[in-house]
C-alpha cells in the first residue's frame, strides 16, 4: 500500500494506468476498467458506487485505510490531511500500547524538521525567570520520569451521535495507554517560578495550519494551573522507551493524563503562564466545549452556554475477541481496558443479555496514576446463536457508563458502554 501512494506522488498517471487501466481527464467517468475496479472493491471490502465520478490522480481514502503511515500498524485512517487515525478495538490489547499502534490525531501540519539536538521549549509569561531550554538540559537538570498514561481524544465515539456531529468520526480506537518518558511540568515550572496570580497555561506547538496562512495558529490549548502541576502531567521526550513518533509529537510533547488529548500539545515549544483562562486556538466557541446542561438531540445551544471539558468520564474498551468472532459453542475469554480521567476505576461489570444482568470482570490496580487498567473474564456462551459482550466500567467515585450516547453539538465525551457481537456455532 505504501508502494501505490509512493507511485501516486511520483508518477500519478502511471498510477492511475496501474489501477483504473487507463488515464482519463478530467475525470475517470466510464473509463474505470473491470479488473481495476474489482481489485480496489477487493481492498476496500466492498463495491465502489462512487467510482464514476472519481477524478483522476486522486487516490481513494478507503483504500488509504492501513500501513500508509510510516511507523504505525493497522491504523484506520480518517483523514488524510490533517491526518487522522484510529485504532480497531482488537489492535489495542496490550497494556502498554505499542507505538505503532498509537493513534494519530492532527489539526494541523507536522513540522518538517524534529531534530531533538535543536529543538528547545521556552516557559514565561508569568514566572520569575523565563527559561528557554534545550532536550539535553531538560534530561540532564530535571528528574527523568517514566509512567503509563492513557490520552484519549475527546471526541472519540463522535461517530456514533444521532444527530450526527461534525469533526473527524472516530469510533472506538482514538484512545492510548503508552509509556511516556519525560520530566515532570510542575518540576520546570518550579524552576521557573510561578508568580502570583497564574490561573491558566497557555500551549503552542511547531506544526501548521492547513491553509498555509503564516503565523495562523492550529491549536493552542491550555489547562488550569493545578492540573499543569499535577505531577502527573509530563512533558515527554520518548515514547515506550524510543523516541516520540514523528505525528505523536517527536521529539517533545506534552502528556497531560486523563484530560481531552488536545491539551497534551505535540511538537511542544512553549508554554506560556497567563493570568486568566486561556483563549487560544480551540479553547472557545464550541471547541472542546459542552452545554452547562443536558439539552435535546439537535438543538441549538448558545455559545455562551458551553463550559471547556476537563477530565474525561469513565470508558471501557472490549479489546478480546473482536467484533464479528465466531467461535463454537463453550467458553470464550474477553478482556479489555477501563480508565476514569483523574480517577480510578473501580469496577468493571459484563453482560451477555443486552443489560438485563451484569456480573463481574477481574479488573487489574492501574501500573500507575493515570494508566488504564485491564479487566478479564471467561463467559459462557451455552448455544448457537448471536451474542453481544457488553462492558461498563465504574469509577471510584460511583459513576458509571451509561447505555446510550449523552448528546452534545460537538459530539464529545461519548462514553457510551462497548459492545461487541460474536456468533456460537
Ligand atoms: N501541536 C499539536 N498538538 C496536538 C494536536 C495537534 O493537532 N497539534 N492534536 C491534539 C489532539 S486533539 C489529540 S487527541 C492528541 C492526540 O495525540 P496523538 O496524535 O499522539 O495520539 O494530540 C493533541 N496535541
Ligand atoms: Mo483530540
Redesign the pocket.
Known amino acids: 500500500m505504501r508502494g501505490l501512494f509512493a507511485l501516486y506522488r511520483d508518477d500519478p498517471d502511471k498510477a492511475d494506468r496501474l489501477l483504473f487501466g487507463r488515464v482519463s481527464h478530467p475525470d475517470r467517468r466510464g473509463f474505470l476498467k473491470h479488473a481495476g475496479l474489482a481489485a480496489m472493491g477487493a481492498l476496500v471490502g466492498g463495491a465502489i458506487p462512487f467510482h464514476r465520478t472519481m477524478p483522476a490522480h486522486l487516490l481513494p481514502v478507503a483504500l488509504a485505510g492501513e500501513s500508509v503511515i510510516e511507523g504505525k500498524d493497522g491504523l484506520v485512517v480518517l483523514n488524510e490531511r490533517?491526518l487522522n487515525a484510529e485504532t480497531p478495538s482488537h489492535l489495542l490489547d496490550d497494556a502498554v500500547t505499542p507505538t505503532a499502534r498509537?493513534?494519530?490525531?492532527?489539526?494541523?501540519i507536522p513540522p518538517t524538521d524534529m531534530d531533538p539536538a535543536d529543538w528547545r521549549l521556552t516557559l514565561d509569561g508569568l514566572v520569575e525567570t523565563p527559561l528557554t531550554l534545550g532536550i539535553d538540559e531538560l534530561r540532564q537538570r530535571f528528574e527523568v520520569v517514566t509512567a503509563r498514561l492513557t490520552?484519549?481524544?475527546?471526541?472519540n465515539g463522535r461517530a456514533f451521535f444521532d444527530p450526527p456531529a461534525s469533526g473527524a468520526q472516530w469510533t472506538h480506537g482514538?484512545v492510548?495507554c503508552a509509556e511516556w518518558t519525560g520530566v515532570r511540568l510542575a518540576d520546570l515550572l518550579k524552576a521557573a517560578g510561578v508568580k502570583s496570580g497564574v490561573v491558566y497555561t497557555a500551549?503552542?506547538?511547531?506544526?501548521t495550519h492547513p491553509s498555509g496562512e503564516p503565523g495562523r495558529q492550529?491549536?493552542s490549548?491550555g489547562v488550569p494551573i493545578a492540573k499543569a502541576t499535577d505531577p502527573h502531567t509530563l512533558v515527554a521526550f520518548a515514547q515506550n522507551g524510543a523516541p516520540i513518533?514523528p505525528?505523536?509529537?517527536a521529539p517533545l510533547?506534552?502528556v497531560v493524563p486523563g484530560w481531552?488529548?488536545?491539551?497534551?500539545?505535540?511538537?511542544?515549544t512553549r508554554v506560556w503562564l497567563r493570568d486568566r483562562v486561556h483563549d487560544g486556538a480551540?479553547m472557545t466557541g464550541t471547541s472542546y466545549r459542552v452545554p452547562n446542561r443536558q439539552v435535546a438531540p439537535g438543538e441549538q445551544v448558545d455559545e455562551e452556554d458551553f463550559v471547556i471539558i476537563g477530565a474525561m468520564p469513565v470508558k471501557s474498551l472490549i479489546t478480546s475477541p473482536a467484533t464479528g468472532h465466531r467461535t463454537a459453542e463453550g467458553r470464550l475469554a474477553v478482556r479489555g481496558h477501563a480508565w476514569a480521567g483523574d480517577r480510578r476505576v473501580a469496577a468493571v461489570h459484563l453482560s451477555l443479555d443486552f443489560g438485563a444482568t451484569w456480573f463481574e470482570a477481574a479488573l487489574d490496580t492501574p501500573a500507575n496514576a493515570h494508566a488504564w487498567q485491564s479487566w478479564r473474564a471467561e463467559v459462557a456462551l451455552p448455544q448457537a446463536g448471536y451474542y453481544e459482550i457488553w462492558a461498563r466500567a465504574t469509577d471510584s467515585e460511583g459513576a458509571r457508563q451509561p447505555d446510550s450516547v449523552i448528546w452534545n453539538p460537538r459530539g464529545y465525551l461519548n462514553n457510551a458502554i462497548h459492545r461487541v457481537a460474536v456468533s456460537v456455532g
Do not use: I, T, Y
Not at 500551549?203 to 506544526?207: I, V
Not at 481531552?260 to 511542544?268: E, N, V
Open positions: 490533517p498509537h493513534f494519530v490525531r492532527n489539526n494541523g490520552l484519549e481524544c475527546a471526541g482514538a492510548a500551549h503552542e506547538g511547531a506544526d492550529v491549536l490549548r513518533h505525528m505523536n509529537g510533547r506534552l481531552p488529548g488536545s491539551c497534551s500539545q505535540k511538537w511542544l480551540k
